[in-house]
């Protein structure tokens, strides 16, 4: 046993967790480092790379959770991360590299391990998914198999966390394989080492892989997706107006409204500290929805308005990722998305975008070139409102039921649909095939769930909270001073002829650069009526990103793309805007 | 013995892949996910309209895209 340290190599610095797409990296990353980062059930969860530590002290090492890659030769930009900050580390002393390896799947990802060997850089091969490999009759021999590459072997199972003692434990074993085979294909060399490790039992056919094949033949796959989809809204809807009727409201009407009536009380019922606190009295009583000060509406909007359906939709979404169902889902609409430019893996980052245009934007990356990934990106800030304001426009809307709600929305899908035709013709450059692998359906750990739930969660409570507070208080300050007003007047042209809207509506326009949420928040004061508030709705999803979106375009996109994505975002918003004026 | 490829095959049938048709970027894609001369694969389905193939290699299902499934030229069984 030549441990790193005998060999007179340095103690380990760094760890670099390197293997082919949804293996499990990212839950090793989270058990060695106790650092959080989003995992799922499909290739190209992990975007960029995540840092975390393990051990403490003088033993302290930095680990790295890379993207997922089949080869050393990057197709996306995903996999262009991995080689560079591979090539760095065998550069560097001290820096060792933990391939992990799905071990249901040992031919494909030894290729990986192969090409990794060639690298010369200390490793250590983590066999995952080691309980998944037995239920589907595949036994690996670790001990023979460490013996021919020449690296230490250790099976585990990350998410319940079975071997990653015996992991941590072995880290100062990670020397460099020993395994060597002539030419550039390690295919024949492979074949030699499964003959001398692995033994297949033939099972018959799982019921969970029954099911999976169910799911992505068209005939069954197409209408079990309407039906899934459709779950899927009644589920976040179930929830969410749970957690708002039994929980939000509750609190803000009992606890929250009689503290608030004092601290207006003591403040005097008016004054300029009390509209920016509590906002303007509606009939003498706070009404959370118009009042608009910071400790009302402020707080009101993104607590009980938003937040039950961000945690209703995040709680969703992560049994779908978790489960497997996203690439299925995929493979079915390809064709589809196909029409707008794309295809079929673009309906994640797509999906994500409802949650939030911020994650959307950047899970863009599992697409493979810059045309597809300006396509979606663009696509998904015109079209796709984030949760946040979903739930606005269900608030404001909801009580004209189907009637109100379904303008919004189809209309949203139609710009999205002609947006796509529009750009696919217009921007040039290449969209391959879809091309991926569709993993096993696994049913989803709670316990990792509302976890992954309580992340995303907490980013909201993080990043949006202050933004809704700034807004309210920007909002007051805007109308005090007079600004509103004015800009209204300028725009009235606009507004009022193209749009069919208020004065007042070009307050959130403004304020819908910020928050959408909260723009959509400051139509319900103006006493708009239906066909308005569609309008006003259509028009907010589409004019412009918000701040937050707004910097992640400009960073994965670049300038120039940005402004010619804003100008379609524009064009298109006022266009689509006149269109519903005149139809409605 | 038949030779077709990966489109054009029945859902269920089985092979092994004889040859990769195409250029060398899509080749080594496919080598690099497991589909590769002398492997054995599966259909598992295809999408209407020249959608894209499910194939079966090993125990990994791999979803590819019509036209490049056209290029995989398997002696089906």
């Known amino acids: ?64 959770d890379v993207p997922g890659t089949y080869s050393l030769e990057p197709v996306s930009p995903a996999e262009k991360v991995v080689v560079e900050l591979l090539n760095r580390a065998v550069e560097e002393r001290g820096s060792i590299v933990i391939n992990v390896i799905d071990a249901t799947n040992l031919e494909r990802n030894l290729n990986l391990t192969l090409r990794l060997i060639k690298k010369d850089v200390p490793m250590i091969i983590v066999l995952n998914l080691w309980d998944e490999a037995k239920h589907t009759g595949i036994t690996i021999d670790a001990e023979k198999l460490e013996e021919i590459l020449g690296a230490p072997v250790i099976p585990t199972v990350a998410v319940t966390g079975e071997g990653i003692k015996q992991l941590v434990d072995r880290l100062q074993e990670a020397k460099r394989g020993t395994y060597r085979f002539a030419g550039e294909e390690p295919w024949q060399e492979i074949g030699k080492i499964l003959d001398q490790t692995q033994t297949l039992t033939h099972r018959h056919h799982t019921f969970m892989e029954r099911v999976g094949d169910l799911t992505i033949h068209p005939w069954t796959g197409i209408p079990l997706a309407i039906l899934i989809m459709y779950a899927v809204f009644q589920v976040i809807r179930l929830i969410g107006e749970g957690l708002i009727g039994y929980l939000f409201e509750p609190i803000f009407e009992i606890l929250w409204r009689p503290a608030m009536m004092a601290l207006s009380r003591l403040l005097g019922s008016a004054g300029t500290l009390h509209d920016i606190l509590i906002g303007q009295l509606i009939d003498g009583r706070i009404d959370f929805g118009q009042s608009f000060g910071i400790l009302t509406t402020g707080l009101f909007v993104p607590f009980a308005a938003v937040l039950p359906y961000i945690i209703a939709f995040y709680f969703v979404l992560s049994f779908l990722e978790d489960s497997g169902y996203l690439p299925r889902l995929a493979v079915l609409v390809d064709k589809f998305l196909h029409v707008i430019g794309l295809h079929g893996m673009a309906i994640i980052p797509m999906f994500l975008a409802c949650g939030c245009n911020v994650p959307g934007v950047l899970a863009t990356r599992i697409l493979e070139t810059r045309r597809e990934r300006f396509l979606a990106a663009t696509l998904m800030s015109i079209s796709i409102p984030c949760m946040a304001q979903t739930a606005m426009i269900f608030g404001l809307l909801g009580p004209y039921g189907s009637r109100g709600l379904f303008p919004v929305f189809i209309t949203l899908f139609i710009v999205w649909v002609a947006a796509g035709v529009l750009m696919r013709n217009l921007v040039r450059g290449e969209s391959p095939e879809i091309f991926t692998e569709i993993p096993a359906y696994r049913f989803p750990h709670m316990r990792v769930m509302l976890k992954k739930v309580w992340m995303r969660v907490r980013w909201f409570l993080k990043e949006a909270v202050p933004f809704v507070l700034a807004g309210v208080f920007i909002v007051n300050l805007l109308y005090t001073a007079g600004v509103i007003p004015f800009l209204g007047r300028l725009a009235a042209p606009v507004v009022t002829r193209l749009l069919g809207l208020p004065l007042d509506a070009v307050g959130a326009l403004i304020i819908g650069f910020l928050r959408k949420d909260l723009a959509v928040g400051m139509l319900a004061p103006l006493d708009l009526s239906m066909k308005q508030l569609i309008i006003a709705s259509v028009v907010l999803t589409m004019y412009f990103p918000c701040v937050a979106t707004f910097a992640v375009l400009l960073k994965e996109l670049g300038v120039r793309d940005m402004i010619k994505a804003a100008i379609i975002m524009i064009a298109s918003a006022f266009l689509v805007g006149a269109l519903l004026n005149l139809i409605l | 013995m038949r030779m077709t490829d990966l489109a054009a095959m029945h859902a269920g049938e089985s092979g092994t892949v004889t040859r990769l048709d195409g250029g060398t970027g899509a080749s080594k894609r496919l080598e690099d996910m497991g589909i590769r001369p002398g492997v054995r694969v599966t259909k598992i389905s295809g999408q209407i309209m020249h959608g894209p193939v499910i194939v079966g290699v090993g125990s990994a299902r791999l979803a590819i895209g019509h036209g490049m499934a056209r290029r995989v030229v398997v002696a089906a069984d």
């Open chain 1, 1 to 64: 046993m030549a441990q790193n340290g005998k060999s007179g190599g340095p103690p380990i610095q760094k760890i670099l967790l390197i293997g082919n797409p949804n293996v499990g990296k990212s839950v090793i990353f989270s058990r060695l480092t106790g650092v959080n980062v989003i995992a799922s059930n499909y290739p190209g969860t992990t975007i960029d790379f995540s840092r975390g530590y393990t051990g403490h002290g003088e033993n302290r090492i930095e680990v790295i």
